[in-house]
């Protein structure tokens, strides 16, 4: 049942789960909840917050919400959007 919402994330996550089949499962440690659409998905390892798989970011083996994704990795939200944008445009 997540093999549906695996394949709909991004490119970064998908590697994260590779690199780890076929050993053990990503998530075993990951408290999995239904969101409100009825999607199952991780918390956000801070707050709790329910996620889908398409809305979790991925540190390690954690999952977090946006917020704390950029808390825990210092990203910005406008720096990432620079270099996606720069990264399209050059190429
Ligand atoms: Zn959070």
């Given at each position: 049942?997540?093999?549906?919402?695996?394949?709909?994330?991004?490119h970064s996550k998908t590697e994260t789960f590779h690199a780890k089949v076929g050993r053990?499962?990503?998530?075993d440690h990951i408290e999995l909840a239904q969101t409100p659409n009825g999607e199952l998905?991780?918390?956000c390892k801070s707050c709790g917050t329910r996620l889908t798989f398409g809305e979790?970011?991925?540190?390690?083996?954690?999952y977090f919400c946006w917020k704390h994704y950029v808390e825990k990795t210092?990203?910005?939200?406008a720096?990432?959007?620079i270099q996606r944008e720069t990264r399209f445009w050059k190429e």
């Open positions: 049942m997540n093999k549906k919402s695996l394949g709909d994330a991004p053990d499962m990503p998530h998905g991780p918390r979790a970011m991925v540190v390690d083996r954690d210092g990203a910005d939200t720096t990432v959007e």
